[in-house]
């Protein structure tokens, strides 16, 4: 049932609007209200920040078919206790995202949960095969809005660029891509340099991802295409992107929290939780993703929440699958690496994390500007909150590289549709 | 020393002193009638291979067993994991068996270091992956002290597939350490591009290196590596990296030829050259039972029981 709330006192970080003051935010029938309601629930908020819900661009929600390591609904509950109200989970299913069915499976699959809004990705290949479309045009009457073979990417230049191109038939329609050459890449079980030569582990260069991008670049060029570039990792490919925006190309590009937090020297000790694709780099690559972020060369953070199976996890470093989970400690990243040392405004991580995502996403509830009449998704944060990452967490796997990290910044409450979905630091439902 | 012997980082110069020092107390028992001392009667070792292996398993069980230690041998055809078992529960299994020592060889880099989250007893790395081979790379030290009199200052090439090599790692880590010059010499598609990083030099011309040279390590070459690309043939690859007949004359006097083994004979080592008296590649096996020998010793001998008693 639709809750009457008053937030008072917060910080109210919008970056739709450019606004940064303190103020209250009244909530009525699901959107922002004007005013007060007499009988509204009443939440102080002196100290903390309230912003515009967090929106994941890049989710793994493992279901339908691996439901062991996360389901839509274990999924939607770790986002709302992260700050998030939207999240894009991939098309890398069992069975692929690469009809409107699994489509429709996924969103209904998230409704039901009702802890924040789920706009499934659907696959750009069948099967995510690399070898024929997907029939792009049913899956955006479905409301898929972002197409992927994350993973991997369209192997060949042809096939992504008449992706690109045929998918200008519709508004709105990006084509995200997961660069990485996969000849370059081959076994590549981290970044290659000094440390892989010395812990023996099949190195994966930037090299890697960069020609891809360079290729991916130069496509959308030729087909004045909509791309976005999933998970950037080197520095090489954020100068690609820089000056592809200069020249007016339709990209847009993402950064996930652990890569703008650790990097490969994380992986002396063989953790398996710091196994992940694209692989941690050098530090200097991380500084270069933070000042991207922070002069918008690189438009969002997305968490590429990637949930696996302990015993799946718990094995030679070789054999372990790549990922991070990272919906519950996304916003806590960047606010204690990125904005807390001073690389970016608050204001600007709130954009990155929510107003820019929802607008590639194509959400319009999302991402504010908090206004009356606007569909109530927000976050409230206390900023000054320290705790360590440690389980149980919501989401059902508990591969976090931030395992027993101190971190700063902590969701209290989300509020998703108008509604309560986590108060007080706990979920609703 | 440390509880573990993982990577030659986790040995000191003195600690490599030691080691080499109680390896020639022990190669004499290897001379005797009755090949075997008590020093760790009722102490079980684990040989762990993931991965086949004749002459390291062979020689880490006449080495514990010439310490008396009971030696299980657990190599993983036939056995649970080719059930599907996971690493982590054959360790746990060892564990609850109550074993002291697990000596792993794995194609995994790092599985030994992650092994150690799991046991309590030492962990001996036996070859991991691509990563580090510590024990061959300590009787290989050993050899050469033994022949040359010194480690310090000495003048070795380490000849091959570097990049794949847990040998050359191990080695070149060991030598840098002890004062030793170490070259790297190969293709530049198989030596690592930061190696200089090791402590050690680079090149990729085989007859300039020879004449100044007091050890020529010869690598094994596998020839799964031509089919990856990193050379065009292995005719070539014996031309132009290949320890010849005419080559090892090139070789100060005095000077030794090494190699881990298995050899391919006729790639990366001619059949005449490694039967050379200067050819210590025989000697290198032997000397392997006595460091090994030595590293259980040091590990889980004397010292520790000493303590145990004193808890107890």
């Not at chain 2, 030793?180 to 290196?209: C, F, K, N, R």
Request: charged residues 25%.
């Amino acid at each position: 049932m639709p809750e009457r709330l008053l937030l008072k006192g917060a910080r109210v970080v919008d970056p739709a609007i450019g606004r940064d003051e303190v103020a209250d935010v009244a909530i009525e029938d699901g959107l922002i209200a004007g005013e007060r309601s007499a009988g509204a629930t009443v939440l102080d908020c002196d100290g903390y920040v309230l912003a515009p819900g967090l929106v994941d661009l890049h989710t793994h929600l493992r279901q339908p078919g691996r439901e062991d390591k996360e389901t839509v609904e274990s999924g939607c509950r770790a986002a709302a206790l992260g700050g998030y109200t939207a999240v894009s989970p991939m098309a890398n299913t069992d069975p692929v995202a690469d009809h409107a069915a699994v489509i429709h499976e996924v969103r209904d699959l998230g409704r039901a949960a009702g802890l924040c809004d789920v706009f499934p990705v659907g696959a750009i290949t069948r099967g995510l095969e690399g070898e024929a479309m997907v029939e792009i045009g049913e899956m955006v009457q479905a409301g898929v809005r972002v197409f992927s073979d994350d993973g991997r990417c369209v192997p060949n230049a042809r096939m992504l660029r008449n992706a690109l191109t045929y998918a200008r038939a519709f508004d709105g329609v990006v084509i995200a891509e997961h660069c990485e050459d996969a000849t370059l890449a081959e076994d590549g079980q981290m970044h290659e340099g000094l440390h892989s030569y010395s812990l023996g582990l099949a190195g994966q260069p930037r090299e890697a991802e960069e020609v891809i991008v360079a290729r991916d670049l130069a496509v959308a060029r030729l087909s004045g295409g909509r791309l976005h570039l999933c998970h950037l990792s080197s520095a090489g490919s954020i100068e690609l992107v820089r000056r592809a925006k200069a020249e007016g190309l339709r990209v847009t590009a993402e950064v996930t929290p652990h890569h703008l937090v650790f990097s490969e020297e994380d992986l002396l000790t063989y953790d398996t939780n710091f196994k992940v694709n694209p692989p941690l780099r050098s530090s200097e690559d991380r500084e270069a993703l933070r000042s991207a972020l922070a002069d918008g060369t690189i438009d969002a953070v997305a968490t590429d929440h990637a949930p696996h199976a302990v015993e799946d996890k718990e094995a030679e470093f070789d054999q372990a699958p790549s990922g991070t989970i990272g919906l519950e400690t996304a916003l806590a990243a960047v606010l204690t690496h990125v904005v807390e040392p001073g690389v970016m405004t608050l204001l600007r991580a709130i954009e990155a994390m929510s107003t820019a995502p929802a607008r590639i996403l194509g959400a319009p509830g999302h991402g504010g500007p908090i206004e009356p009449g606007r569909p109530a998704n927000l976050v409230v944060f206390d900023p000054a909150a320290e705790w360590t990452v440690e389980p149980p967490f919501a989401s059902k796997s508990r591969n976090s590289a931030f395992l027993g990290r101190r971190v700063r910044g902590r969701v209290v409450h989300t509020v998703y549709a108008g509604e309560l979905v986590v108060a007080d630091g706990k979920a609703q439902r | 020393m440390n509880e573990h012997l993982l990577s030659i980082h986790d040995v000191s110069a003195e600690d490599i002193v030691r080691i080499l020092d109680t390896a020639e107390s022990f190669r004499e028992v290897g001379t005797r009638v009755i090949k075997k001392v008590p020093a760790l009667r009722g102490r079980t070792v684990v040989n762990l291979f993931y991965e086949n292996s004749t002459r390291t398993r062979i020689s880490f069980e006449l080495a514990a067993k010439r310490l008396s230690a009971d030696v299980i041998n657990f190599s993983t055809s036939g056995s649970s994991v080719s059930k599907g078992e996971s690493l982590k529960d054959t360790a746990l299994t060892l564990q609850a068996m109550g074993a002291d020592a697990i000596v792993i060889r794995h194609s995994s880099s790092g599985a030994p270091l992650t092994l150690t989250r799991w046991v309590h007893g030492s962990v001996l790395n036996a070859g991991d992956g691509t990563h580090e081979h510590p024990t061959q790379a300590l009787l290989d030290l050993y050899t050469m002290r033994d022949r040359l009199g010194r480690i310090e200052g000495l003048r070795a090439a380490i000849v091959g597939d570097v990049l794949h090599s847990r040998v050359a790692r191990s080695l070149s880590f060991a030598l840098a350490k002890m004062g030793a010059e170490a070259t790297l010499v190969g293709p530049p598609t198989l030596i690592p591009p930061d190696a200089p990083a090791w402590g050690v030099q680079v090149s990729h011309d085989l007859e300039s290196v020879l004449p100044k040279l007091d050890v020529c390590y010869m690598l094994r070459v596998q020839k799964e590596r031509q089919r990856q690309q990193y050379f065009p043939s292995v005719r070539e690859y014996a031309r132009l990296f290949g320890l010849t007949r005419d080559r090892v004359a090139a070789l100060p006097e005095g000077a030794l030829v090494m190699h881990p083994g298995p050899m391919n004979r006729g790639v990366e080592i001619d059949s005449d050259v490694a039967d050379l008296p200067r050819s210590v590649i025989e000697e290198q096996v032997t000397n392997g039972i006595a460091i090994r020998m030595s590293l259980l010793y040091l590990l889980l001998g004397g010292s520790r029981t000493e303590t145990g008693g004193a808890d107890a």
